[in-house]
């Protein structure tokens, strides 16, 4: 099911005619819809060293993108018509994406722009399995050291997932596994 997730499709149909996108980092489905869109600027912020080899990728595939150093994620969200931030896992309270996104979230939302919260097939969590991700990033490092953040669920406008573009985040507060109690270990410092 993950092999075949519709998300990337489903986003590539959803993002308007000719947009300025802003993207962090290589976001894998995200990547997947923009390389077969022609009509599509990207604005790459080059988040954990990576923004800078998927802007290349795009160029080869005659992608108009552009990588902005971490320095430039305000002004590169307020040039932007979109916000696309890929979850690698999602829960009731938000998203996990990758460091920077919580800040790309909050320009966009004082912005009044839409941040589209791409959440592909298996990346929606129960809460107790949600909570225990929360616990373990709570006691890995200092949060400016880790490489992915959480982004409140009140900057989000919108998620796509397999189930096409919906407004509003409730989709996130739909699991798509079961709570496994082996992992709800709890962490300590």
Known sequence: ????????????????????VCVLGWPDLVGEAILRRGDVCVLAVDMLGEGSGFVQRLRRADVDAEVVAPAGLGAAVSAADLVLL????????????????RAAAA????????????????????????SALLNRLEHAADPWELDDEVVPAGTISHVVGPDGLRAGTADLDVPE?????????????
């Open 1 to 20: 099911q993950i092999d075949d997730d519709p998300t990337p499709e489903l986003l590539y149909d959803a993002i308007p005619e000719d947009a300025t």
């Open 86 to 101: 890929e979850a690698s896992a999602a829960g009731p309270e938000g998203i996990l994406a990758v460091a920077g996104s």
């Open 107 to 130: 320009v966009a939302y004082c912005s009044e722009l839409p941040v589209w919260a791409v959440v592909g097939h298996g990346r929606r969590l129960p809460g107790p399995l949600w």
């Open 177 to 189: 596994c079961p709570a496994a109690p082996e992992l709800l270990k709890l962490v300590s410092r």
